[in-house]
Nanobody, 121 residues
Framework: QLQASGGGLVQAGGSLRLSCAAS????????LGWFRQHPGKEREFVAA????????SYADSLKGRFTISRDNAKSTLSLQMNSLNAEDTAVYYC????????????????WGQGTEVTVSS
């Protein structure tokens, strides 16, 4: 089971750090990703990371503001989000990849329950 946490209410320009932990298993051997979903819209790619942690991928619009990282020893995944704006308001999900560390929703087979981020302007 994946458990995402760290969401909350933050002012525009602020930062949040999301975390994702695995219970009952390990994330060590899998590519992992963060996705988000705005109300009434489809889930969209945020960032992904290779199982080794050595390679990352980001949605173009988020590069430079968001940083994905992982700690395989602790089996945790993180997303540091800086310079937040109202468009970042969404529910954020962590997920385990079936195939590498792509940005395709269908390539992920196991999802956390989501953590809500609200950015106030």
């Amino acid at each position: 089971q994946l458990q995402a946490s760290g969401g909350g209410l933050v002012q525009a320009g602020g930062s949040l750090r999301l975390s994702c932990a695995a219970s009952g298993g390990t994330l060590r051997n899998y590519g992992l990703g963060w996705f988000r979903q705005h109300p009434g819209k489809e889930r969209e790619f945020v960032a992904a990371i290779h199982w080794s942690g050595g390679t990352t991928s980001y949605a173009d619009s988020l590069k430079g503001r968001f940083t994905i990282s992982r700690d395989n020893a602790k089996s945790t995944l993180s997303l540091q989000m800086n310079s937040l704006n109202a468009e970042d308001t969404a529910v954020y999900y962590c997920a385990k990849s079936l195939q590498g560390y792509s940005g395709v929703v269908a390539h992920y087979d196991f999802w956390g329950q989501g953590t809500e981020v609200t950015v106030s302007s």
